[in-house]
């Protein structure tokens, strides 16, 4: 059993940064793969990032931009996102996974509650 808690999500003016951070218990953190999705009102989850003991991977949209990253000591998961834009506005959920489809919220067992993103133009 994995419990995920996000945190660092808020209100920033367009071009400006925030970082999340979504901290995990348990004793097996660094065996899972962990992925950032989000989700705006009204439209589906889509994925954002993904980190696996094989790399990390950025949806085309974040590309640049966001960085995901993880401390298996802190058990924590990171994603920093800088030249935040307006469409990036919406609730942002960390996941916990075995698998290795990333891409896919399906393939995910485990959820965080969401942290709200707004970005104003």
């Known amino acids: 059993q994995v419990q995920l808690v996000e945190s660092g999500g808020g209100l920033v003016q367009a071009g400006g940064s925030l970082r999340l951070s979504c901290a995990a218990s348990?004793?097996?953190?660094?065996?899972?793969?962990m992925g950032w999705f989000r989700q705006a009102p009204g439209k589906e989850r889509e994925f954002v990032a993904a980190?696996?003991?094989?790399?990390?991977y950025h949806a085309d949209s974040v590309k640049g931009r966001f960085t995901i990253s993880r401390d298996n000591v802190k058990n924590t998961v990171y994603l920093q996102m800088n030249s935040l834009k307006p469409e990036d506005t919406a609730v942002y959920y960390c996941?916990?996974?075995?698998?290795?489809?990333?891409?896919?919220?399906?393939?995910?067992?485990?959820w965080g509650q969401g942290t709200q993103v707004t970005v104003s133009s």
């Open positions: 348990g004793r097996t953190f660094s065996r899972y793969a």
């Open positions: 980190i696996s003991w094989s790399g990390a």
């Open positions: 996941a916990a996974t075995l698998g290795a489809n990333y891409r896919h919220p399906e393939t995910y067992a485990y």
